[in-house]
């Protein structure tokens, strides 16, 4: 093993320290500090000259995009001339394919690199880690290799163990520099360039300053770091090793044929940067922790499949050839025997079955793992990437905010400087009309949702009288198959939402970008949460719940006739409105996410082989053939997590009615991180590396899903499944009331007793409804019977006892599950140890170092004395 101490000459004192505490030979103990990175334009390869300037030395660390025709020329060279003076060193070079296109590079030299890295406080690396799991490692080398383990003899899979320290011009005697070129790597020097960029002034003013307002006037076309050349070559890497980072990264991690193995996430996080890096973290640990509950869902499943020939409601329902039905609708639909639903009684015994509570409990229980791992999982990578000590600087007031408020100006608490101030009343003035257009777009949804109501009520008449006899038999299963496409339609259509909510972020004017983007996200999640899920609430929880009764009916505007329930039960509506949605939703979605940027792309390069011949962007620069690429979305990471949220919400919240949900997830996620690697890697400009400890406010965003999950859930089983009248007629009215059991033979006679008899006068016969009502000749008829009051009892009984029993258990579990793992607790304490130590004894011995070479000055004055 190596251990990687960036300190200059460690003492004796410090190695024995470093032997007794784990171990080591002397033999295995090396101390250096080069980096594994070449610099490329050293190299002397042809490839790396697009990744240089003409003097084939300084690397390019950021460009910049610009047209000579831009009507901004005077802010540009305003610009560029305090760009130089920062001590930035440019190149300017057009375009191979248009004239009008100057590429702007960049170039950070030695001293502002140093300068700017103590600035932003950016982490120098050092030895790191506890050498006996390295000896474990070793171990588990002899075993037989896991499959899903990337290949160990692939170069720059991991990073090396090291210590981190804030890098600093005092002390950079503790570190040892070979090269400087490659002491700072290409995401830290183009984030550091960026750092510069977004300061440099345009104009004379407090708010004339930065690159994206550059950028948003049309200044500049694009800004962008470069890849680190082509992400593919005519050479294994087996054999030939990789030709740079992305090439590595195409072959291991974002190619279809690594598609079971793990992700690289050091090399990620080296090339992408910390934020990009713990998406892929995030969206790789919830693929893996839906693996036990697709498998619960899936056996669930089975479970009613297994069970489906011993169920002895479905077996009343297929046999009663002698129950009528009343007509689900008032004109064309027909009275209908019980047994015509048999299919979907069967259907409806797949979902809802006796292992429902118990799935709906472990989901819940799921989801509160699920996130107490993934704090600990993110601890580890934020220890691993050194983000423990990490703190975002204090947010930068929005150029916007400033150049509102800028006449009114109060002492900031912390910095002691003046900064814009917002008035109270003006402040939350705009946040009542904010929310007020929230409600509103709400309501829009709502609107939407009450036009796929009037359809259904509509279209289940005509379909009754349809001239196919598969549609006219199954009318109401065909209208809510096509009320789900629609419903998606109009999903998709909605998607507007994000205009919307840009337009009343910006008229809340929040002061900072963190404030923004907070505010942003919630508006945009709670738009997409409501647009998605509110039809589903609707089939869930009202669908056939106010219909009246035959004879009494409630009528939309005097005239339709509310739709009912399934003579089976509502369940087989839901399932159909969530497995619909969810395999449409996700293949829509994955269409967008890769098939634009692959239609965009191809036809770019379509047009510019028809321009410059067949092999013209092979031999293009890095710079021209990223230019081609697309540029990463505004919002940055947000429809990538929104995406996964919103299934996240359809994993949990309405699970219970369909236990094949998490199996559905679980295949998009599995093709959904190679499709995000192919298009980060492939079709996508470099994204600027940018730091982060968490997954900010997605977080807080999923905790409120669990809760939800937890009551939908619960009304779910109480009230859309037939799991609560089954229950009390085994307990109370079956053959087996009063034994304190209940079996399937407990149910004999279930169907009949929750059925009510309604006397169709004009037709002399009598047809049975879905309700518990006394029938037409009691004393009462038609109130409600005395099961009615006792199903009631029961399913709010059982909602509150479902909710309490699970809360207590989600709260014990993250209560006995700690934030932090205590190996890493033990290893931070250790490495702070560690430091001060190495940190004193190198300190000492650069001090004795110079008493040493001044006593020998004091000699050698002594013996030339005549």
Not at 294 to 323: M, R
Not at 496 to 525: D, G, I
């Amino acid at each position: 093993w190596t251990t990687t101490l960036r300190l200059t000459q460690p003492s004796q004192r410090s190695v024995l320290k470093l032997q007794e505490s784990f171990s080591i030979p002397d033999k295995d103990i090396c101390f250096y500090c080069s980096f594994l990175t070449v610099s490329v334009c050293t190299q002397g390869r042809s490839k790396s000259s697009s990744l240089c300037f003409s003097d084939g030395k300084s690397r390019i660390d950021y460009i910049l995009v610009y047209r000579k025709s831009s009507s901004q020329s005077e802010k540009r060279e305003i610009f560029e001339r305090n760009i130089r003076a920062e001590g930035l060193y440019m190149e300017k070079e057009a375009s191979l394919t248009n004239s009008d296109v100057i590429f702007l590079k960049l170039h950070a030299p030695w001293d502002v690199l140093c300068r700017y890295a103590e600035l932003m406080n950016i982490r120098i690396e050092k030895n790191k880690g506890p050498l006996m799991e390295k000896r474990i490692n070793k171990f588990r080398g002899w075993l037989p290799r896991k499959p899903m383990k990337l290949n160990d003899t692939l170069p720059d899979l991991e990073e090396n163990e090291s210590f981190t320290a804030p890098f600093s011009r005092s002390r950079i005697h503790h570190f040892i520099i070979h090269n400087k070129d490659t002491f700072f790597n290409n995401a830290t020097r183009s984030r550091i360039v960026h750092h510069i960029l977004q300061r440099v002034k345009y104009e004379e003013g407090k708010n004339k300053m930065g690159l994206n307002r550059l950028l948003s006037n049309n200044s500049y076309e694009a800004a962008f770091p470069l890849h680190e050349g082509s992400y593919h070559s005519k050479n294994s890497i087996r054999t030939h090793g990789a030709e740079n980072h992305r090439h590595l990264l195409y072959e291991c991690w974002a190619w279809w044929g690594v598609w079971y193995k793990y992700q690289p996430l050091d090399l990620i996080r080296r090339y992408f940067g910390e934020k990009i890096g713990l998406y892929f973290a995030w969206l790789g640990w919830y693929t893996g922790m839906l693996f036990p509950a697709a498998l619960v869902g899936l056996l669930v499943f089975l479970y009613g499949v297994f069970t489906l020939e011993h169920c002895q409601v479905s077996k009343e329902i297929c046999q009663a050839t002698d129950i009528i039905m009343c007509p689900i609708c008032d004109q064309y639909c027909p009275y209908l025997r019980l047994s015509d639903s048999c299919i979907y009684a069967k259907v409806t015994h797949l979902f809802d079955n006796g292992a429902t509570v118990f799935f709906a409990v472990f989901m819940a229980v799921w989801a509160t793992v699920f996130l107490e791992f993934w704090k600990r999982r993110r601890a580890v990578l934020a220890y691993d990437w050194d983000l423990i000590d990490w703190e975002e600087e204090e947010d930068e007031v929005r150029p916007q905010f400033e150049a509102k408020y800028s006449k009114k100006e109060r002492m900031n608490p912390i910095s002691g400087k003046p900064e814009p101030y917002q008035a109270f009343t003006d402040k939350y003035s705009r946040l009542i009309v904010s929310t007020s257009g929230i409600f509103f777009m709400i309501l829009v949804v709502i609107a939407a949702v009450f036009g796929i109501v009037i359809y259904r009520v509509i279209t289940v008449s005509t379909f009754a009288a349809f001239g196919w006899a598969l549609i006219r038999n199954n009318s109401q299963v065909a209208t809510t198959g096509t009320a789900v496409c629609i419903n998606f339609c109009i999903i998709m259509l909605l998607n507007l939402y994000e205009k919307v909510a840009l337009l009343l972020t910006n008229l809340e004017q929040p002061r900072t970008e963190s404030e923004w983007e907070n505010s942003f996200t919630l508006k945009m999640f709670l738009f997409q949460f409501v647009n998605l899920n509110s039809s589903t609430f609707y089939i869930a929880f009202f669908l056939g719940r106010f219909t009246g009764r035959p004879g009494a009916y409630l009528r939309l505007i005097n005239r339709w006739k509310l739709e009912e329930c399934h003579p089976s039960g509502c369940l087989i509506d839901l399932c159909m409105q969530m497995g619909i949605i969810m395999v449409l939703k996700q293949t829509w979605n994955n269409f967008m996410e890769l098939g634009y940027p692959l239609i965009q792309n191809w036809w770019t390069r379509r047009r510019l082989r028809r321009e410059h011949g067949q092999n013209a962007k092979a031999s293009f620069p890095q710079w021209e053939r990223d230019y081609h690429l697309q540029p990463m979305n505004a919002y940055g990471l947000f429809d990538e997590y929104l995406e996964m949220i919103l299934q996240f919400g359809f994993t949990t919240i309405f699970v219970a009615a369909f236990p094949l949900a998490p199996l559905l997830a679980l295949l998009n996620n599995i093709i959904e991180i190679r499709l995000d690697a192919y298009k980060f890697v492939t079709q996508w400009r470099r994204p600027l590396p940018s730091q982060a400890k968490d997954i900010g406010i997605w977080y807080g965003i999923l905790e409120g899903i669990g809760i939800l999950s937890v009551i939908t859930n619960a009304f779910v089983i109480a009230v859309t499944s037939d799991f609560i009248p089954r229950l009390v007629y085994a307990y109370k009215y079956g053959p087996c009331a009063g034994q304190g059991r209940a079996g399937e033979g407990c149910m004999m006679g279930y169907v009949n007793a929750s059925l009510s008899v309604f006397r169709v006068s004009d037709f002399e016969r009598r047809s049975q409804y879905r309700d518990y009502r006394e029938p037409p000749d009691s004393a009462e008829p038609y109130s409600y019977t005395l099961q009615f009051w006792h199903v009631l009892a029961a399913r709010l009984a059982f909602i509150i006892v479902f909710e309490h029993m699970v809360f207590a258990i989600k709260t014990l579990i993250a209560y006995l599950i700690p934030d932090l793992p205590k190996d890493l607790r033990d290893r931070m304490r250790r490495e702070k140890y560690l430091i001060q130590e190495m940190m004193y004894e190198a300190e000492l011995e650069r001090l004795q170092k110079e008493k040493n070479e001044k006593k020998k000055k004091d000699r050698a004055h002594h013996k030339e004395w005549p």
